[in-house]
Each structure stands twice: as structure tokens, then as C-alpha cells.
């Protein structure tokens, strides 16, 4: 079935740097387009970064020039590396994508930024 894994999060100082990845499996991940997203405690999950089966890549406004999203489709995994890490990124992060009119999430990975 579809599965989606996150991880690499973790805490960080601010001014620090992650790189998330997200495990693709159950579905063939050079097909689809695969998104970032994140969600701070009462907040809605808004878009970070996106990235296409092509390679295309868009960003948020809050986090362009800082991340950079990339996949590899031999690994059928799509990573996000965020750096000068503010502590409003501090959120879960989620991967996504949609196939067939449904959007699949996976079950997230916390980021603190904190000092």
C-alpha cells in the first residue's frame, strides 16, 4: 500500500540547518509531483516547497532562498534542506502527494528551532 515516512527532524539553534527526507513506497514516485508541508500548533498545514515529476520546484515565500527541495527517484525519496533556520519553522512537517483525487500524508516529523 501507499507509504509515505518521514524524518531528519530534530531540534536545532536557530541559524541551523536540516534536511527532512521522505520514504515513498506502494506507488511509482517518478510519476508524481511530491510536496512539503508544515503545520505549527494552531495553525493551519500550509505548502513549503514542491517539487514535480520533472524536477520543477516551487517554494513559499517564508522559505525561499533558505530551502531547497530535491528528489531521487532511484531511492523514491524526495528530501528538504532547510537552512539559516528561524524559530518560526518550528512546526511537524509533512510529504505529499496526490494520485487519483486523494491526497496521502505521512505521519509527520517535528522540527524545533529553539536556543
Known amino acids: 500500500q501507499v507509504q509515505l515516512v518521514e524524518s531528519g527532524g530534530g531540534l536545532v539553534q536557530p541559524g541551523g540547518s536540516l534536511r527532512l527526507s521522505c520514504a515513498a513506497s506502494g506507488f511509482i514516485f517518478r510519476l508524481y509531483a511530491m510536496g512539503w508541508y508544515r503545520q505549527a500548533p494552531g495553525k493551519q498545514r500550509d505548502l513549503v516547497a514542491f517539487i514535480s515529476s520533472a524536477g520543477t520546484t516551487n517554494y513559499a515565500d517564508s522559505v525561499k532562498g533558505r530551502s531547497t527541495v530535491s528528489r531521487d527517484n532511484a531511492k523514491n525519496t524526495v528530501y528538504l534542506q532547510m537552512n539559516s533556520l528561524k524559530p518560526e519553522d518550528t512546526a511537524v512537517y509533512y510529504c505529499?502527494?496526490?494520485?487519483?483525487?486523494?491526497?496521502?500524508w505521512g505521519q509527520g516529523t517535528q522540527v524545533t528551532v529553539s536556543s
Open positions: 505529499n502527494f496526490r494520485m487519483g483525487g486523494y491526497d496521502y
